[in-house]
C-alpha cells in the first residue's frame, strides 16, 4: 500500500521559512521513477500547484506566485521529497500536499487548470501553514 505523509507545517511569521518533509513508502521502484509535485489549497480556493519536478524529462514547474521562495528537492535513496519556502507570506497559507506519480510525467500539467489532481497518482493527507504574526 501506497503512502505519503508529510512533515514540517506549522505556524510561521511572515518573512519566514519552513521546510515541508512527504516520506514515500509502499513503491516497488525508488522514488527516481517517479514525478514529484506539491501543491497547496487555501480555505475557499482550488487546490493549485507550487512545485513538480520529472526525472523522465527533467522538467520543474513553479508558479510566479513562489518562483524565488520555493524550491523542491528530492532523496530518491529515502523515498523522501521536500519543500523548502522562504520569505512566506500571509497568502501562503493552506494546506500543503505531496503527490506523485509514475514517469513519463511532464510538469506542464501542474501548470495547467486547476484540477482534481494534476495527473498524480498517489497523495498525501496534507499538513497545514499558517503564516501569521
Known amino acids: 500500500q501506497v503512502q505519503l505523509v508529510e512533515s514540517g507545517g506549522g505556524l510561521v511569521q511572515p518573512g519566514g521559512s519552513l521546510r515541508l518533509s512527504c516520506e514515500v513508502s509502499?513503491?516497488?521502484?525508488?522514488?527516481?521513477?517517479?514525478?514529484i509535485g506539491w501543491f497547496r489549497q487555501a480555505p475557499g480556493k482550488e487546490r493549485e500547484g507550487v512545485s513538480c519536478h520529472s526525472t523522465s524529462d527533467g522538467s520543474t514547474y513553479y508558479p510566479d506566485s513562489v518562483k524565488g521562495r520555493f524550491t523542491i528537492s528530492r532523496d530518491n535513496a529515502q523515498n523522501t521529497m521536500y519543500l523548502q519556502m522562504n520569505s512566506l507570506q500571509p497568502e501562503d497559507t493552506a494546506v500543503y500536499y505531496c503527490?506523485?506519480?509514475?514517469?513519463?510525467?511532464?510538469?506542464?500539467?501542474?501548470?495547467?487548470?486547476?484540477?482534481?489532481?494534476?495527473?498524480?497518482?498517489?497523495w498525501g493527507k496534507g499538513t497545514l501553514v499558517t503564516v501569521s504574526s
Open positions: 503527490a506523485t506519480t509514475p514517469i513519463p510525467y511532464n510538469c506542464e500539467v501542474v501548470a495547467g487548470p486547476p484540477d482534481a489532481d494534476y495527473g498524480m497518482d498517489y
Open positions: 509502499g513503491f516497488t521502484l525508488n522514488l527516481e521513477y517517479y514525478a
